[in-house]
């Protein structure tokens, strides 16, 4: 049972234009949403994170959005540059008290970017 | 600052035999997550160690163990391997209050023949 789904396993965008990695979850106890991402032979690492309470999350080029009615969360990396090119994971904690309480993570979405 | 440190990087074993996996976290932090990556699952949370207290664990089966030492390394081990077990095992450390903001070290690839 997958309680947070990444349904793109692998996504293909142009150097210079939008990339929108979407995940998806199905635990409503979920309130801390982070991206990391993951280039070959290397541990992931922290992209960004959202509070439940938020609805939005930016960092330079990256944009977290949280739709909790849909259970849906987006990222989006605008302007898509050929080092994006990586493997994304989408992850949920159960609550954003602190500490490593186990994190959730999605299968992953594999994000080329197209000179 | 030095990363989080995991030995060994590679390994071989063969079915029934057990291994040791070892990590030394972000000096500082106190917290150390286990992850097992494989291809069909993605990253699933093994467990995660405080204080040299289990805190947390994953749905692994007994097999999978660990422990936490007073200088906050970390080992997990596997007894009597099975060919699923095959895998990339990630090591993370945090700080306390830091949500859910994990260091991943670079792993240990094990290979179960």
């Known amino acids: 049972d997958q309680q947070v789904k990444q349904n793109s396993p692998s996504l293909s965008v142009q150097e210079g234009r939008i990339s929108i990695l979407n995940c998806d979850y199905t635990?409503?106890?979920?309130?801390?949403f982070l991206w990391y991402k993951k280039y070959p032979a290397e541990g992931p690492t922290f992209l960004i994170s959202?509070?439940?309470?938020?609805d939005k999350n930016e960092d330079g080029r990256f944009t977290v959005f949280l739709n909790k009615s849909a259970k849906h969360l987006s990222l989006h990396i605008v302007p898509s540059q050929p080092g994006d090119s990586a493997v994304y994971f989408c992850a949920a904690s159960l609550y954003s008290g602190g500490g490593a309480d186990g994190l959730t993570f999605g299968k992953g979405t594999h994000l080329i970017i197209q000179p | 600052k030095a990363g989080v440190t995991q030995t060994p990087r590679y390994l071989i074993k063969t079915r029934g035999q057990q291994v040791t996996l070892s990590c030394s976290p972000i000096?500082?932090?106190?917290?150390v997550s286990w992850y097992q990556q494989t291809p069909g699952q993605g990253l699933q949370f093994l467990f995660e160690y405080f204080s040299e207290t289990q805190r947390n664990k994953g749905n692994f089966p007994g097999r999978f163990s660990g422990r936490q030492f007073s200088n906050s390394r970390s080992e997990m081990n596997v007894s009597t391997l099975e060919l699923g077990d095959s895998a990339l095992y990630l090591c993370?450390?945090?700080?306390?209050?830091?949500?859910?903001?994990?260091?991943f070290g670079e792993g240990s690839r094990l290979t179960v023949l």
């Open positions: 000096s500082g932090h106190r917290s």
């Open positions: 993370a450390s945090n700080r306390e209050g830091d949500t859910g903001e994990l260091f």
């Open positions: 635990n409503s106890m979920f309130d801390y």
């Open positions: 959202i509070s439940s309470i938020k």
